[in-house]
């Protein structure tokens, strides 16, 4: 006999396939593009830096009184726990910045050094041809306009992961995905509770933590083709998510996500 346990629920069935659920034996195949058009999905940044690019807040207003015209270099880092728990990091992006500008500035001058010689002592090929351009990352992915953004790891027991829109001048690491070009219709429909039963019948798992993928989980969704009609009432509770996370600015991702009960105006735009 074939038993599926549920909390203290107990069913039997006549098959349980490989992703644990009564039904038949399909498998999700990895896809390297997207199964229906839409914007493709990539990953953030990678610096292979060490750390020596990566600041605190406290670290980099540090740096900053130490060498002041550093500043504008500095932008605002998230990956997946930046981006949960809204505390972003700071990374120094130097790859941008003229040569006889970073000349005068001793500080990020030993920040450079230090990443360069980081890459030196790999043993990694590929990190150590990266020594030759220290200030740059070794994967780079910056886009001109608004993206989207979704943590690689978020806790099995929320209802939705929690992602949203992030500004060209904010950087993302490579622990999350983003979504160049993606529109206020495409977060609706990631948000959606479609799309997180989806993501939980098929992602990967860290420990059981849901590990969102862009092979499995994003290239295989199969995506509503909505009418106007339908595409502007998406449009209009996708809003009504974002209006409703902003008043609450004092409160994380983790917060609203692990007690949605508590953040009513939130739960009721996420239930339209």
Not at 14 to 39: A, K, M, T, W
Request: aromatic share 12%.
């Amino acid at each position: 006999k074939r038993r599926i346990f549920e909390g203290n629920t107990v069913s039997e069935v006549s098959n349980i396939n490989g992703y644990l659920i009564s039904g038949d034996n399909v498998f999700i195949e990895s896809r390297s593009h997207p199964l229906c058009d839409v914007p493709e999905i990539g990953i953030g940044n990678q610096p292979i830096d060490g750390g020596f690019y990566l600041f605190k807040d406290e670290e980099k207003e540090e740096f900053v009184r130490k060498e002041p015209d550093s500043e504008r270099y500095f932008k605002r880092w998230y990956g997946s726990d930046e981006f949960i728990n809204r505390r972003p990091r700071w990374c120094l992006w130097l790859g941008d910045a003229n040569p006889v500008d970073l000349i005068k500035l001793p500080e990020c001058m030993k920040r450079i050094e230090a990443v360069r010689e980081f890459r030196l002592s790999s043993s990694r090929v590929s990190t150590i041809k990266l020594a030759d351009r220290p200030t740059r990352f070794q994967t780079e992915n910056m886009p001109s306009e608004n993206y989207l953004l979704i943590p690689k790891v978020s806790s099995e027991r929320r209802q939705y992961i929690p992602i949203g829109f992030m500004s060209p001048d904010v950087l993302s690491s490579d622990l999350v995905f983003i979504i160049p070009n993606a529109t206020l219709c495409h977060f609706g429909i990631l948000t959606s509770f479609v799309h997180n039963a989806w993501m939980r019948a098929v992602c990967g798992r860290l420990e059981s933590r849901f590990r969102y993928s862009k092979d499995i989980v994003y290239n295989n969704f199969p995506w509503p083709q909505p009418t106007d009609a339908q595409k502007a009432r998406i449009e209009r509770s996708a809003q009504a998510i974002l209006d409703a996370r902003e008043n609450y600015p004092d409160a994380s991702f983790a917060d609203m996500y692990g007690n949605l009960l508590l953040f009513p105006n939130l739960m009721k735009a996420h239930r339209d």
